[in-house]
């Protein structure tokens, strides 16, 4: 047998609810791998609160708490301050929840949460809109795609949230993104913010081929387009410093990740050159931010330089004038 | 700890993990998996990327645990010696 690149336990078990190809059920199985089996899932309502099946049966070997919508993050915030209390303060606890639950209802007490350091791990696991409701968008649908409640003609006209990098402005102390397609990379990460301490946010890209409508057997291809356009970069951001942990040196055009799925099938010529330039304007800003970051360590690094003449009065900075392109007006036809 | 409950073994105080004997997920798959022996390099590649999972690897051998798997064919599209092929279930 050829050597595994990922641990062989399984802590998830086949027979699970989960639609053919789910991506969000590879996610879970990948993550619990890096995880152990110590592991408290908190979950709140959505397409995970199903996948495991009907009590009192589980396709999960590890202890799962169901949350309502909107209170993922506090009620691991409960759960890892009882377990502290009780002297099992090492059990670590995880809390998955989808795009909806994370980018909209649950902002508010993940926002909270990550202000307050929490100890626990929090993972969105991104199909981009309220799957498990019927595909309805959420704010972490992108621009231009089909939903039940944006339907043709009347596709979504704002960006995506980047939620991300919304937890990086929390400073907390790892945030990262992880795609299934690239199990080798994702495992690495589950195990790296398994093993820190304080609020750790993981953002993962989960296929859904229902509601991206493409065939089920496609959930890895989709997947890998993504990061082979730079459209879903995969990074991690560790004590405030970014490093983009893996990345195509020739990425694909992101037109054929768009066009493997029929949610973008109405758009135009124009619309992909649009999400084109966004991507690569989005993948520059990163580049350049992991190029100052790395720089500022190195001379961290490096002895203070030694100078015999007077060291002169500063110049004023320079303030940089960046311009933001505005958005385009929104428009119903 | 460790429950029996209508002759079932609870592997926690509520649950029990499904197994091939309590889950029918497999029952109204459409099509499944089938290994072509010659053509598999027991790579563990479809292992890696099957969603139930609903596949174990002994040396070259590939099982499908056909229980519980759905027939996505995300196995046959990422082997990359085309050793999986996808049977119609009316036919296999
Ligand atoms: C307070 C509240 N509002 C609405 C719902 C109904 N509801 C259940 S799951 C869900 C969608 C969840 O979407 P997301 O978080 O993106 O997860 P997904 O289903 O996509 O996996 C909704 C709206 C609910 N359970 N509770
Ligand atoms: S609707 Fe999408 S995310 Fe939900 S179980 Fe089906 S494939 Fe997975
Ligand atoms: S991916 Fe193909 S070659 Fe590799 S182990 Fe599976 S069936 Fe065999
Ligand atoms: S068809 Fe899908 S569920 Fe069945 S073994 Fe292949 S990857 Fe797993
Ligand atoms: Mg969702």
Redesign the interface.
């Known amino acids: 047998m050829a050597k595994l690149t990922i641990p062989s336990e399984e802590l998830m078990v086949g027979g699970h609810v989960a639609c053919p190809g789910c991506g969000a059920a590879l996610a879970m199985r990948l993550l619990l791998k890096g995880l152990g089996p110590k592991a408290v899932m908190v979950i709140p309502a959505c397409c995970w609160a199903v996948i495991p099946g009907a009590m009192p049966g589980t396709c999960l070997k590890v202890s799962t708490v169901f949350s309502s919508f909107e209170s993922t993050a506090a009620m691991a915030s409960g759960i890892k301050a009882g377990l502290r209390r009780t002297g099992r303060g090492d059990v670590p606890v995880v809390g998955f929840a989808g795009d909806g639950g994370t980018a909209d209802i649950g902002i508010q007490a993940l926002s909270g949460a990550a202000e307050r350091n929490e100890d626990f791990l929090y993972v969105c696991y991104d199909n981009e809109a309220y799957m498990n409701t019927g595909i309805q968008r959420s704010g972490s649908t992108p621009e231009y795609s089909w939903t039940t409640t944006t339907p043709r003609g009347l596709e979504k006209r704002t960006s995506k949230k980047d939620m991300p990098m919304i937890l990086d402005a929390h400073r907390i102390p790892y945030v990262a993104t992880a795609n299934p397609s690239f199990p080798e990379d994702f495992v690495a990460k589950a195990k790296k913010a398994a093993s820190l301490k304080g609020t750790r946010y993981l953002h993962i890209l989960a296929d859904c081929p229902t509601g991206w409508k493409h065939d089920p057997s496609q959930m890895v291809e989709v997947g890998r387009l993504a990061t082979m356009s730079h459209l879903f970069p995969l990074y991690e951001i560790e004590e405030g410093r970014l490093r983009i942990t893996w990345a195509p040196s020739n990425p694909v055009p992101v037109e054929k990740y768009l066009r493997a799925q029929g949610r973008f099938k109405d758009l135009t010529a124009e619309q992909i050159e649009e999400i084109q330039a966004e991507v690569k304007a989005r993948w520059e800003g990163l580049k350049a931010r992991e190029a100052r970051e790395k720089k500022a360590v190195e001379k961290e690094a490096a002895p203070p330089e030694v100078s015999a003449a007077p060291t002169p009065h500063p110049a004023a900075p320079v303030s940089e004038t960046v311009y933001v392109k505005p958005s385009p007006p929104l428009h119903f036809p | 700890m460790t429950v029996t ?1 209508h002759n079932r073994r ?3 105080p ?7 004997d ?2 029918t ?1 497999g029952s109204w ?1 459409n099509q499944r998996p089938r290994l072509i022996p010659e053509k598999c ?4 590649v479809c292992w ?7 596949i174990t ?4 051998k590939v099982d499908f ?1 056909l ?8 196995c ?3 082997c990359a010696p085309e050793a999986i092929e ?1 049977v119609p279930e009316e036919s296999a």
């Open positions: 409950l609870l592997t926690g509520m649950a029990w993990t499904s197994t091939a309590t889950s997920a798959r390099t027991g790579c563990n890696k990327f099957c969603p139930e999972p609903a690897i002994v040396g070259k645990e229980d519980v798997c759905k027939g996505c064919g995300v046959a599209e990422v996808m």
